[in-house]
């Protein structure tokens, strides 16, 4: 298999993606990328060559085309690689509701982090953050929440088979209001991601990525 790059950083959503690859067993370049800390502009900066959003996942297929979007990367990957099951493929049994959390994930809760790790990009005035931090947090338990009702997970968010968006969940999760809250409001995906957490493939993984 051709090598890829990726573009990530610790404890960020592209600990999904590294799982992802390491489940497929596709060879990769990671380039740390820590686009989230202020003290360390030059690192995150170097995502520029790949992603103008500045943001990672951004990751680089062989031929030099660019992949940004942890969920659409996540889904690229596991239809390129149908051999790891790792989503449902076109046409077969729970393909739609697969892209349905994928793209919840990423749009109600993912997104969110964008206006909750800097709230003076949407609030100017600093007497405003905390209270904007507190509804963001509330809106991402409130997703989470609404997603467990409505998912009904089993074994696995989807049934039976662990798929890339057990891996999407399992990173999410973890940041604030962090997995104490996610526990409360979603025990039966809280099941599925502490499943996930201890899968022997990725146990290391998210001890050095993620910091357990």
Same mark, same amino acid.
């Given at each position: 298999?051709?090598?890829?790059?990726? !573009?990530?950083?610790?404890?960020?959503?592209?600990?999904?993606?590294?799982?992802?690859?390491?489940?497929?067993?596709? /060879?990769? /370049?990671?380039? $740390?990328?820590?686009? =989230?800390?202020?003290?360390?502009?030059?690192?995150?900066?170097?995502?520029?060559?790949?992603?103008?959003?500045?943001?990672?996942?951004?990751?680089?297929?062989?031929?030099?085309?660019?992949?940004?979007?942890?969920?659409?990367?996540?889904?690229?990957?596991? $239809?390129?690689?149908?051999?790891?099951?790792?989503?449902?493929?076109?046409?077969?049994?729970?393909?739609?509701? =697969?892209? @349905?959390? &994928?793209?919840?994930?990423?749009?109600?809760?993912?997104?969110? !982090?964008?206006?909750?790790? /800097?709230?003076?990009?949407?609030?100017?005035?600093?007497?405003?953050?905390?209270?904007?931090?507190?509804?963001?947090?509330?809106?991402?338990?409130?997703?989470?929440? &609404?997603?467990?009702?409505?998912?009904?997970?089993? @074994?696995?968010?989807?049934?039976?088979?662990?798929?890339?968006?057990?891996? !999407?969940?399992?990173?999410?999760? @973890? =940041?604030?209001?962090?997995?104490?809250? =996610?526990?409360?409001?979603?025990?039966?995906?809280?099941?599925?991601?502490? @499943?996930? /957490?201890?899968?022997?493939?990725?146990?290391?993984?998210?001890? $050095?990525?993620?910091?357990?």
């Amino acid at each position: 298999m051709s090598k890829l790059t990726l !573009y990530g950083a610790k404890g960020s959503g592209a600990v999904a993606v590294e799982a992802a690859l390491r489940l497929i067993g596709q /060879d990769y /370049d990671l380039i $740390e990328s820590y686009t =989230f800390d202020p003290d360390d502009r030059e690192s995150g900066d170097k995502v520029l060559a790949a992603n103008p959003m500045r943001q990672v996942p951004a990751l680089v297929l062989a031929g030099g085309e660019v992949v940004t979007e942890s969920a659409a990367i996540l889904t690229w990957l596991a $239809e390129q690689h149908p051999q790891a099951r790792l989503c449902p493929l076109p046409g077969a049994p729970g393909r739609a509701q =697969f892209l @349905r959390w &994928m793209s919840f994930v990423s749009s109600a809760i993912y997104s969110l !982090y964008w206006v909750k790790d /800097d709230p003076s990009r949407l609030v100017p005035d600093p007497a405003g953050h905390r209270a904007l931090e507190e509804r963001v947090m509330d809106r991402i338990a409130e997703c989470w929440g &609404m997603m467990e009702r409505q998912a009904a997970p089993g @074994r696995y968010i989807l049934g039976e088979e662990l798929s890339v968006l057990d891996l !999407y969940v399992a990173v999410v999760s @973890r =940041f604030r209001p962090r997995r104490e809250r =996610f526990y409360a409001v979603a025990p039966r995906m809280g099941e599925v991601v502490r @499943r996930v /957490d201890a899968d022997p493939r990725l146990a290391a993984l998210w001890v $050095e990525r993620m910091g357990g």
